[in-house]
């Protein structure tokens, strides 16, 4: 079993909906948790940081940490074409930064 | 804005042959992963520094692969003999320090191993 599980879809979603993105972790011991956006053939672009419970929003992404569930999510509001990437979580154990499968998603105009 | 460099960008070697990636990190970042992604996978971890020294290097294999950081300041990861399942995009990060700094990732370097 992975430390860190996320569907890897794909995500076709209406330009405009809410893309709804989920990991889930066994390690009760990551502190960090961050989300990464990679468009084709580039790197990740790191979109969310967060190192509690709770909410944290920036612009149209909401980051959302559940500790007691293991359980993160990323919504996207308003999504446009723009949006169409690979979303990857990550999360820090001490100092071992591991990834999810990725999740990607496609916002059709 | 500051950001993590790689070169080259794109990569074809032949099989068994060496090949060697370049990446400098953010001026100031302590902590640099090399890191190995497969089409349609996550990023796997291959080695991660603390400076000059190796902090994790278990998934690295070391009977091919080999992994440097001198000065604690730029690093460059080697493959010798290149093998056609070592095609895949290599990708290097940086953060300030571990564990509460986000990492930060270069472009990449796009192996083709033929």
């Known amino acids: 079993q992975k430390e860190v599980e996320q569907d890897p879809g794909p995500l076709s979603v209406p330009e405009g909906a809410i893309v709804s993105l989920n990991c889930t972790y066994s390690?009760?011991?990551?502190?960090?948790f961050m989300w990464y956006r990679q468009y084709s053939r580039k790197g990740p672009e790191l979109l969310m940081y967060?190192?509690?419970?709770g909410n944290k929003e920036d612009g149209r992404f909401t980051a959302q940490v559940d500790k007691s569930s293991k359980y993160i999510s990323l919504f996207i509001r308003d999504s446009q074409p723009s949006d169409s990437a690979t979303y990857l979580c990550?999360?820090?154990?001490?100092?071992?930064?591991?990834f999810g499968a990725g999740t990607t998603v496609t916002v059709r105009a | 804005e500051a950001e993590v460099a790689q070169s080259p960008r794109y990569k074809i070697t032949e099989k068994s042959q060496a090949v060697a990636f370049w990446c400098d990190p953010i001026?100031?970042?302590?902590?640099l992963y090399w890191y190995r992604q497969i089409l349609g996978q996550g990023p796997e971890l291959l080695v991660q520094?603390?400076?000059?020294?190796?902090?994790?290097d278990s998934q690295l294999p070391k009977d091919r692969f080999s992994a440097e950081r001198l000065k604690g300041v730029d690093s460059t990861l080697k493959i010798q003999p290149a093998e056609l399942g070592d095609s895949a995009m290599y990708l290097c990060?940086?953060?300030?320090?571990?564990?509460?700094?986000?990492?930060?990732f270069g472009q990449g370097t796009r192996l083709t191993v033929v």
């Open positions: 990060a940086s953060s300030l320090r571990t564990p509460e700094s986000e990492a930060f």
């Open positions: 390690n009760s011991a990551f502190q960090y």
């Open positions: 967060t190192y509690s419970s």
């Open positions: 990550a999360m820090i154990n001490d100092y071992k930064l591991s």
């Open positions: 001026s100031g970042h302590a902590t």
């Open positions: 520094f603390q400076d000059e020294s190796v902090v994790d």
